[in-house]
């Protein structure tokens, strides 16, 4: 299945990120991904077990803060690619209750993002 923070109906709470960014191998992911990158390019160039790195990235995911991309291949053999879903995360403390929140700044969708996503939408109708 694949992701889009952007389209997420609820967002997630301060302490689903919180959590998602204290994560040593995660903060790795989000340094690494400076161009989307597979689970397995993930594994290796951060040197995490791939079934933790599996763990860790749907965490993130889950959080918002990567998107999941498919790449389809003429062999069948589909993969998912994994990009940083945010430019900024700011976490608020409100002054009467003193609750946390989270505001995410997300980068400008490409043409070809947008169109991808009007596509998405119409299959999802039919």
């Given at each position: 299945?694949?992701?889009?923070?952007?389209?997420?109906?609820?967002?997630?709470?301060?302490?689903?990120?919180?959590?998602?960014?204290?994560?040593?191998?995660?903060?790795?992911?989000?340094?690494?991904?400076?161009?989307?990158?597979?689970?397995?390019?993930?594994?290796?160039?951060c040197d995490v077990p791939l079934s933790t790195t599996y763990r860790k990235l749907e965490k993130l995911t889950d959080a918002s803060l990567l998107e999941e991309s498919t790449e389809i291949r003429r062999d069948g053999q589909h993969t998912t690619r994994y990009a940083v879903a945010f430019d900024e995360v700011t976490v608020t403390v409100n002054e009467?209750?003193?609750?946390?929140?989270?505001?995410?700044?997300?980068?400008?969708?490409?043409?070809?993002?947008?169109?991808?996503?009007?596509?998405?939408?119409?299959?999802e109708e039919t």
């Open positions: 299945m694949v992701r889009d923070p952007l389209r997420d109906e609820e967002p997630p709470s301060p302490e689903e990120v919180l959590n998602a960014l204290a994560d040593d191998a995660a903060q790795r992911f989000i340094a690494a991904l400076s161009e989307p990158k597979t689970a397995s390019e993930l594994s290796e160039e009467n209750d003193r609750s946390l929140s989270i505001e995410f700044s997300r980068p400008d969708r490409s043409r070809d993002e947008r169109l991808a996503e009007l596509w998405s939408e119409l299959r």
